[in-house]
């Protein structure tokens, strides 16, 4: 019985600390941290999360690379200008296929919140 208690429990440490572990960095959670890229704007309609957005909403479109099939649709995102510290928070509701990996095409509002 002395036997069976040991190995239970470290079967019971090794399978608590496999469902512990950190996922892999490209599972689709959403990777936090800091990027750099270009910012520009552009004139708001439907997204390609297929929604209706008013140029005066706080709208961010993302590069189509990491866009893929749209998991990021609803998401928010902080936009920082370094050149002035200014920081607005807009959500991420269409694709931008000119913008480059790290860039965000922004809402007319988005942009002048951040410059």
């Known amino acids: 019985m002395h036997q069976f208690t040991i190995i ?10 496999v469902l512990a572990a950190p996922l892999p960095s490209d599972q689709a959670l959403g990777e936090r941290g800091e990027r750099y890229g270009r910012g520009t704007w552009f004139y708001d309609g439907w997204g390609a999360c297929g929604f209706y957005n008013a140029n005066s909403d ?14 990021n649709c609803g998401q928010w995102v902080r936009v920082t200008n370094t050149q002035n510290g200014n920081t607005a928070f807009g959500m991420m509701r269409d694709e ?4 480059g990996p790290q860039d ?3 809402s007319i509002a988005m942009f002048e919140a951040a410059w």
């Open 8 to 17: 239970f429990t470290v079967l019971s440490i090794f399978c608590l600390s």
């Open 58 to 71: 706080l709208i961010v479109a993302i590069s189509a690379q990491i866009y893929g099939t749209g998991a």
């Open 96 to 99: 931008c296929q000119s913008c």
């Open 104 to 106: 965000l095409d922004m």
